[in-house]
């Protein structure tokens, strides 16, 4: 006879199930429905939200009268100067397109990869993936000086022929960040369908029913529905992945194409792809941490979650070790005189302790994350993963700035220093993000709904 208590017994060897300690055994599909939607749907939210969103509200009121005084007066209110015509505007830029890149291969690589442990916080990393590429499309068209002219570099058509000039890095920028952009719109907007009916069937309230029942395009569930999203939504994953390589790629060539010491490198793309990987995912966890506490999803995202992205930005985080160590290299072994001094300059000139302040932010403090205890650790992941996204912006800095200051004439050398319009439109950045982050968390589902009950329905299956 069939011995019932040895079905089900605890397996005795170790678990073959990839969804293993990605959700509280206790959740449900109606539980998660209404811990994820209640967010949206309740009317009260923590003092964390009002609080905090207040304080990003006020930075982006801050980062709205610095462009009108910019728009005014002209980019001679920043600290730019000859030699140094790239300041924080194109550093900010940079950094802004890297933290983007988290969501697109978190979304997409991860899906086609069939990762489960991405159901619970892909859907906030591709939120920050289009806020963050916001935040960054908007710094290239502010350095412009004549910001009103931005279609100039469009390739609109005109009576006088003046097409853009394809061999500008700013026109690559251009094409590059816009297909970015849209991709990763529709592929984040075709992901919420699903969720989108999920809110119209829960809400209380007529407007909310419309408004949701609106977007979400009338979905009912039915499997056609579902047999086109998943077509879809693989199409668009596929599209996306190049993006993640090529983006960030056009971007570094901005740098490379150049002839100036410490720009004119072909380690660039790899080495920009990984940093981008690296301070992306840093930026997931510093949003991700707060909300899962101050929301209490500690059973949606659990510390399996916590530990696969701390792998994957110590993966990258060593990439970019490598990339520090060969740049170094290939300066010396080169026996180019420039590059080689390109290298001393930023290790003991007038910016050397910025340059070992990235050191110590990008390489030893992310070492860390071999501790597992670290990795588990919400607080602890937070503080590093803080210090990368610090240590990725003093990147930026030294790349730019740094390498500009010093080129080939002794006679054109000069110091950058920024101005307080500098540091208010950089902190005006993070008050725009971070505002459209508190958004999204209050109008729109945070975490897949549909995807965390996919690990549901496969738990039950393998049950039974």
Known sequence: MLNLKSVGAEPTGPSTDPAEGLLNPAETFESVSAKIGGIVLERKHPPFWWISFGIAFLLLMGLLYGITILFAYGVGIWGINIPVAWGFAIVN????????HAGTLISAILL??????????????EAMTLFAVGCAGMFPLLHLGRPWAFYWILPYPNTMGLWPQFRSALVWDVFAVGTYFTVSLLFWYTGLVPDLSTMRDRAKTRFSQIIFGILSLGWRGSAIHWKNYQTVYLILAGLSTPLVLSVHSVVSFDFSTAIVPGWHTTIFPPYFVAGAVYSGFAMVLNILIPVRYFYRLDELVTPRHLNCMANVMLTTGLMVVYGYIMETFTSWYSGDIFEQYQVINRTIGPYGPIYWALILFNVLIPQLLWSKRIRTNPVSLFLVALSVNLGMWLERFVIVIVSLHRDFLPSSWGIFAPTGWDWLILSGSLGLFCSLIFLFIRFLPLISIFEVREIIASRTEGAA
């Open 93 to 100: 830029f940079v950094w802004w397109i890297g933290i983007g």
């Open 112 to 125: 086609l990869l069939l990762q489960k442990w991405r159901n619970s916080i892909n859907r906030l990393a």
